[in-house]
């Protein structure tokens, strides 16, 4: 049973620093490319970050330089550290990530909530 569980989440001022992580089960977690996405309140979820399995990284244009997406092959576990936060960041995180058994198919965690606010 795949399973993506997100953490760290949390309320921090703006210009702070907040790292997010996400433990992966029940799949082969170093043959997964792992994206972070996220999703303002009454706006569309928009993609973050992505890592592949060569641990290549790209990021939206808006976080770039700010937030850094990485990988534990190990812990089965990828990571977002965020810099500089703007009350813009404020939104609910989600991994995720698409296996292919079947064809594709998308599993995302549950979120985590990052509210950026003084």
């Known amino acids: 049973q795949v399973q993506l569980v997100e953490s760290g989440g949390g309320l921090v001022p703006p210009g702070g620093s907040l790292s997010l992580s996400c433990a992966a089960s029940g799949f082969t977690f170093s043959s997964a490319a792992m994206r972070w996405y996220r999703q303002a309140p009454g706006k569309e979820r928009e993609l973050v970050a992505t890592?592949?399995?060569?641990?290549?990284?790209s990021y939206a244009d808006s976080m770039k330089g700010r937030f850094t997406i990485s990988r534990d092959n190990v812990k089965n576990t990828v990571y977002l550290q965020m810099t500089n936060l703007k009350p813009e960041d404020t939104a609910a995180y989600y991994c995720m990530t698409v296996l292919y058994t079947n064809g594709p198919e998308l599993y995302w965690g549950q979120g985590t909530q990052v509210t950026v606010s003084s």
């Open positions: 890592i592949s399995t060569t641990y290549t990284t």
